[in-house]
């Protein structure tokens, strides 16, 4: 049987999404493991996007298969029960035999917060790019204009070992003022590894001009672009399915 559900995890103390031999400290791994405790079977936990370490998820979908039919319902409250605080299942329900979260994506949008006032707040350190600094928000548009449509993003990659086609699609970047705060909201069909961060770098680091980012788009040169922003103001909104 396959069941689907949504993950929300604050991924501060994570190494990320994928499970890894070196540490026990990942979503997928928590995940499996906690599975195996209640069912007694090695299950295999597949996740729409493997997020890197100290990104965070509101909406990441995955889905699963156990031999043994259980109550989607029943099965979520197991899991919430024995998963850490910081790991939550949410609308667990059986999905069609052939379902895969990853493959039958067709949208992702991840949401990325920086901090543009001098005031700080303690509380949302967790969730926000402690930036501290005004940004010239309309010049980013201008140069964020430029990323959205289909091109090779080998330039935005943080895999410097990518031999795999790094063409991908952004279809918007949306950027909202809010309180001291800037949102930009990425919604494409898929990310390289590290992309937002990059991307969101080289539009905050501003030293290239808007209609200077196709030549780094041309360059396929991870040297071209900017700096790669922190983590944890990184958020996976939610994850877009035909059916």
Known sequence: MNYRCIVQYDGTRYEGWQKQKRTEETIQGKLEKTLRKITGEEVQVIGAGRTDAGVHSLGQMVNFHLKEKRKAEELETDLNMLLPDDIALKHMKTAR???????????????????TSTEKNVFERRFVWQYGKPLDVEAMKKAAAFLIGTYDFISFCGNKKMKKSAVRCISKIEMKEIKGELQIDFTGDSFLQGMVRILVGTLVEGKRKAEGIPAVLESRNREKAGFTAPPQGLILVSVRYEI
């Open 97 to 115: 035999e052939r379902f895969h979260s990853r493959f039958d994506a067709v949208e992702k949008m991840y949401r990325y917060r920086i901090r």
